[in-house]
């Protein structure tokens, strides 16, 4: 019973709900649970359930688990938190190798971090210099520089793929998105294996 129990455990597809915590601790709860909910086995830092080395940095570890993960959720939100190494991110970081190492990604970003970036677009002195903008506890600049990173701005639009990240602002409408994407199960089966989705045609 135990053997069969853990063969089963063993065949539980992996999402990794990237390291975005702070003062989002009890949204990020309620995805990690609904992500259990739906049979998965979450990776997640505030959750706890990645493995820690002790040797390794904390951003070391995190880039571990992306390896680890079949699935990656990034979330982008305004303030990016102190899980800083140096002059790495560690949320930015794990978003990088997950896109590096082609994992199935998908992506969520917060309605402000949109807007702001937006609105820095539009924004300029009366000399024409552009409005320097400080990083603070309520909005952090590097936001705009994931999600840029996110849907591919440095690639001509025509030829972008892979860059689709969904707009929120609320809880519900994260778990509206997530349901849609980790509910079919046959729907993952064909993400993770493409080239088998297309066996017979």
């Known amino acids: 019973m135990a053997k069969r129990l853990k063969a089963e455990s063993e065949k539980k597809v992996k999402i990794m709900a990237g390291s975005t915590v702070y003062g989002f601790e009890d949204q990020l ?8 909910t ?5 990776l997640n830092s505030h959750y706890g359930s990645i493995k820690v080395n002790p040797n390794l940095s904390n951003l070391d ?4 688990a ?3 993960c079949d699935l990656f959720l990034g979330i982008i939100r305004p303030y990016c938190g102190t899980g800083n190494i140096g002059e790495k991110n560690i ?3 794990e ?5 590096r190492l082609k994992k199935p990604y998908w992506f969520l970003v917060h309605r402000d971090v949109v807007y702001t970036r937006l609105l820095l677009k ?3 002195l009366k000399s024409g210099d552009e409005v320097i903008f400080t990083d603070n506890r309520l909005f952090d600049k590097l936001s705009i520089e994931m999600y840029e990173y996110v849907i591919k701005n440095h690639i ?5 793929n892979g860059n689709w990240a969904q707009e929120f602002y609320r809880l519900d409408e994260m778990m509206v998105y997530i349901n849609a994407q980790f509910t079919d199960k046959d729907f993952i089966n064909e993400v993770m294996n493409p080239k088998n989705s297309n066996d017979g045609k």
């Open 66 to 68: 992306v390896a680890e």
């Open 95 to 99: 978003i990088k190798e997950a896109i």
């Open 38 to 42: 739906l049979g998965y086995d979450v």
């Open 122 to 124: 539009k924004m300029k």
């Open 61 to 64: 570890n995190c880039l571990k």
């Open 91 to 93: 949320t930015f970081e």
């Open 156 to 160: 001509p639009v025509t030829l972008r």
């Open 29 to 36: 709860s309620q995805i990690v649970a609904q992500l259990n």
